[in-house]
């Protein structure tokens, strides 16, 4: 990423990684990532916001020599991940005056993850400030998003609150600013069920707070800023909220087509009844996609054969993936096909012990289904009909 003026003294110089197809080796990033990062000259001093993930430190470098950037005297961590802190250590070897300025828990983890020595830091406390001459930048603790040691910092005179991952997207775009149109959207919502989903509670709270603070710009560490706050915040506020579609996810795997006649068989009731269905054949889908569908959806249900005497991995790593994501899924189902026995349904709920859901009946076929499986299927579609008509859903 070249350098962006975002306002007079005000830099993007952050990178752009068009090509990343995966992020933390597990979610998946279609349309890459960007590190943002930010330099703020005040009248007397200059800090730079977060860094850039070790890959694209060149950039980072680049950019600042660019900018004939000849002294840092604050480089701000709001977050420990690697993909923002990791160029701290090459920062404070060009700018040997340079401190980290950054909360207890930060600190810790960057001596931890990045051999940071003790004498480079600088302590802050939750919503102090520290000033640039003409500026002043004011530390907001904003723990779990994403992960315990997060923070935000706000620029008060410019109004422009750096929020590091939150409000983030894993979109590599050369604009500064996002278009408000769909596939801005999408993959913002991407973004918050890939990597935020799990921190919902925290982020109704932060949602609360960042509307009192009324920033003009939101300059988050992934993706473009928003220009128009109002436009990502309400979008949070929607995927946050308790609401739900009428909807049915039924991730599956089927090896010999039985768990796959289940499924579309149970798709089909399902629409007969007027609930709209997703399928996710787990050895095909961008698990992404499946990720994003979990925020709306109040109903999983899902296809499982049995692989010897246990449920088939593809669909334990689903389990398992829903289960870390913590979605705001009420009821689970299990059907599938088994050849002589097994434990599917006890390996399945073993994966599920973090969400708080009802499980209906499991319909399990020996071998092919035959017309009782159908039967026990409708039976399935009649009770998520039921439930999904308690939750108002039509
Ligand atoms: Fe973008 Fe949690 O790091």
């Not at 904003?142 to 935000?152: K, L, N, R, S």
């Not at 939150?166 to 993959?187: I, P, Q």
Request: glycine share 6%; charged share 25%.
């Amino acid at each position: 990423m070249s350098v962006i003026e975002i306002k007079k003294g005000i830099y993007s110089v952050g990178a752009i990684h068009w090509d990343r197809r995966l992020f933390d080796e597990l979610v998946p990033t279609p349309d890459g990532t960007t590190y943002n990062a930010y330099l703020i000259k005040g009248s007397e001093k200059t800090a730079l916001i977060d860094t850039v993930d070790p890959e694209k430190t060149h950039i980072l470098i680049r950019n600042l020599k660019h900018l004939n950037v000849k002294r840092i005297d604050y480089v701000i961590a709001n977050h420990a991940e690697q993909d923002h802190s990791g160029s701290i250590p090459t920062i404070l070897e060009m700018y040997p005056e340079a401190k980290v300025v950054t909360n207890a828990k930060c600190k810790g983890m960057l001596m931890d993850l990045l051999t940071i020595p003790e004498e480079r830091f600088m302590v802050i406390k939750d919503r102090e400030s520290i000033s640039l001459g003409d500026r002043t930048l004011q530390f907001i603790f904003a723990p779990w998003v994403h992960w315990p040691e997060t923070m935000f910092t706000y620029l008060e005179e410019d109004r422009i609150l750096f929020t590091c991952d939150l409000f983030g997207s894993h979109f590599a775009t050369s604009r500064l600013y996002a278009n408000e149109d769909e596939k801005v959207l999408e993959d913002a919502k991407r973004y918050y069920a890939e990597i935020m989903m799990p921190f919902r509670v925290q982020i109704k709270k932060y949602l609360d707070w960042v509307e009192e603070l009324s920033p003009e710009i939101i300059a988050p560490s992934h993706g473009p800023l928003w220009k128009n706050p109002d436009f990502i915040i309400r979008a949070h506020r929607e995927w946050v909220s308790d609401s739900f579609k009428n909807i049915v996810l039924i991730p599956y795997i089927s090896m010999h087509h039985s768990t796959k006649q289940m499924v579309e068989y149970l798709a089909d009731a399902l629409v007969e009844r007027g609930i709209e269905v997703s399928l996710f054949n787990l050895t095909v889908t961008d698990i992404g996609k499946f990720a994003i569908a979990l925020v709306d959806a109040p109903t999983m249900v899902l296809g499982a054969p049995t692989v010897l005497v246990g449920t088939h991995p593809a669909a334990i790593y689903a389990a398992y993936l829903t289960n870390a994501l913590r979605p705001k899924l009420k009821y689970v189902g299990i059907i599938g096909s088994y050849g002589w026995g097994g434990k599917a349904v006890d390996h399945i709920k073993a994966q599920l012990s973090s969400l708080r859901v009802e499980l209906f009946e499991p319909v399990l076929s020996k071998g092919v289904p035959g017309d009782e499986d159908f039967k026990n299927l409708d039976k399935l579609a009649e009770e998520i009909l039921k439930k999904h008509k308690e939750l108002g859903l039509k």
